[in-house]
């Protein structure tokens, strides 16, 4: 066996040296003997591009490159595979990968936007030029969950792929359930700790969770999917009076990603709060914990849990990419060809069916429940459980109070038709909330 540390070195060009790409070259340097030797030959890190050079990282940069402009990466015959760790869906991010791979560069993102919204694009382009293009980074940081579904998995036919796959979401809907606190409130103690970004949209609005989703549902079924196709819904609306009803009732509410292949091949990709039976592995998933499980046909579920951010559980899965490409392993970007795989032909939001937790406001007056009841055996929804507080007092006001629905297994377009007319009731004094409820 050849000697590993005299072999010819990996070369690297690093674009992007926040967290991720500081935890990369921590990682690498840390642990440089035992990487060389499970690589089968030295990683070095040729050369790095990001915003400041000045700027006190607590890594010694001594010995590498530094440029200024990301594109010198490409341009350096020296460098084999460039590590893309600017983010974004467009760009920067997206030409420095673009001209990496037309380059013969091997490629290691952690960039869900990119993957989601150019995998496609990006999986012809590695394969017609022959090189590796890896991002294990970009689902779930530290899980790895992109490994397993295109290695471990790879024989199985997948039915079922989801979880919790946003950090932050999780990290309120915890906290909100914890205290009872209102959204905003523990939404700013989450950018005060600096799990949330000053613009928390992309988390809150569900659109990180669903980047991940598409990719899980590209790789999991064989599909290529619009990124628009997934149907997103986020956690603003989300009121700790639910959290409390919810409890009562025996569920908790979490932001998921579910991606589900129909019996039809058409697949249902949804992101959004659902409630969760308390006693299901999903729902004991806390905090900025992600989670992601799958089911098929022969292997059964599985479920892993880990870090979905943060640098060394995302070092940890960039790094192994890495490792990877200096063992020489030829796996397609989406664990087939991409001429294998088939356009998602994707179930539209009326059709989904599922059970329904919805809250309604009411005027507290006689014949309310009889009237709510009338519309939705109209709209053919059968309910299965009705909770309601009455108003502690009696006074000569008409006190408002909620109504709890919860409804059997029931088509999404009916139910919305039921609440559309509900909604028009004297009695009702402000909008419904409707939520999912995913028995597992
Ligand atoms: N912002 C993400 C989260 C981590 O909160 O889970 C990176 O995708």
Not at 221 to 229: E, N, P, Q
């Amino acid at each position: 066996m050849s000697n590993p540390s005299v072999s010819k070195p990996l070369k690297l060009g690093i674009a992007g040296l926040g967290t991720v790409g500081g935890g990369v070259v921590r990682l690498l340097q840390a642990n440089a003997n035992a990487v060389t030797h499970k690589a089968g030959r030295p990683i070095e890190i040729v050369a790095i591009s990001a915003k400041s050079k000045a700027k006190d990282r607590g890594i010694d940069l001594s010995h590498i490159q530094w440029v200024d402009d990301p594109m010198d990466l490409v341009s350096n015959p020296k460098i084999d595979v460039v590590v893309e760790l600017i983010g974004g869906a467009n760009g920067i991010a997206y030409d420095l990968v673009c001209a990496a791979l037309k380059a013969h560069k091997g490629v290691v993102t952690a960039n869900k936007a990119l993957i989601a919204l150019h995998g496609d694009e990006l999986a012809k382009l590695a394969e017609e030029k022959n090189v590796p293009l890896l991002f294990e980074a970009a689902v779930a940081g530290g899980i790895p969950v992109i490994k397993t579904i295109k290695e471990a998995l790879t024989p199985d036919r997948l039915k079922r792929i989801g979880g919790i796959l946003n950090g932050t979401c999780n990290y309120i809907l915890t906290a909100m359930a914890k205290t009872g606190c209102a959204f905003n409130d523990i939404l700013k103690e989450t950018q005060e700790l600096g799990y949330a970004e000053a613009d928390p949209s992309t988390d809150i609005d569900g659109f990180d969770a669903a980047h991940k989703l598409a990719i899980l549902a590209s790789l999991g079924f064989g599909h290529t999917i619009h990124f628009k196709d997934v149907f997103v819904e986020g956690i603003r609306g989300i009121n700790p009076d639910d959290l409390h009803y919810a409890k009562e009732l025996g569920y908790t509410i979490k932001l998921i990603g579910i991606a589900q292949q129909h019996q039809d091949n058409r697949i249902e990709l949804r992101v959004h709060p659902a409630l969760l039976p308390c006693d299901t592995p999903l729902a004991r998933v806390d905090g900025v914990t992600n989670a992601v499980f799958t089911e098929g046909e022969f292997s059964g579920r599985l479920m892993l849990e880990g870090a979905g951010a943060g640098e060394g559980p995302t070092s940890t899965a960039v790094s192994a990419d890495i490792i990877d490409i200096a063992r020489g392993s030829t796996i397609p970007m989406w664990g087939t060809d991409w001429k294998e795989l088939t356009p998602a032909t994707v179930v539209s939001r009326n059709e989904f069916v599922k059970a329904y937790y919805i809250r309604l406001m009411v005027q507290d007056k006689p014949g309310v429940v009889a009237d709510i009841a009338t519309i939705l055996k109209e709209h053919n929804v059968s309910l299965r459980s009705l909770l309601q507080h009455g108003a502690t007092n009696d006074t000569d006001d008409t006190p408002i109070v909620p109504i709890i629905l919860v409804t059997h297994k029931t088509k999404e377009e009916s139910l919305l038709r039921a609440l559309q007319a509900i909604q028009k009731l004297p009695v009702i004094t402000e909008k419904h909330i409707m939520l999912r409820i995913e028995e597992a």
